[in-house]
């Protein structure tokens, strides 16, 4: 059983920082690829960055330049730095590990960038 745990949301100022965690914990041999999604209410989930384990790295347009992603293998965990945030980066954010070819999703963390 693979269990993923978020942590790091919470409420920031526009232009603030956030750093978002997700450790990947059980029977786990390899993790090609982990990363973040992100979805608002009556929208579909998005990918937001995903790294793999030759830390090739991908980013949706929207957060190119302010969000990095990085992992670190020896603890199955997967970081993302969000800075220079704006309101619409406000959403539920969710860990994405692959592992032996499946998806497994973490229990999603809320991000509320306001004044």
């Known amino acids: 059983q693979v269990q993923l745990v978020e942590s790091g949301g919470g409420l920031v100022q526009p232009g603030g920082s956030l750093r978002l965690s997700c450790a990947a914990s059980g029977s786990i041999f390899a993790i090609p690829a982990m990363g973040w999604y992100r979805q608002a209410p009556g929208k579909q989930r998005e990918l937001v960055a995903i790294?793999?384990?030759?830390?090739?790295?991908n980013y949706a347009d929207s957060v190119k330049g302010r969000f990095t992603i990085s992992r670190d293998n020896a603890k199955n965990t997967v970081y993302l730095q969000m800075n220079s945030l704006k309101p619409e980066d406000t959403d539920v954010y969710y860990c994405?590990?692959?592992?032996?070819?499946?998806?497994?999703w973490g229990q999603g963390t809320q991000v509320t960038v306001s004044s």
């Open positions: 994405y590990a692959q592992i032996g070819g499946y998806a497994y």
């Open positions: 790294i793999t384990n030759g830390d090739n790295t």
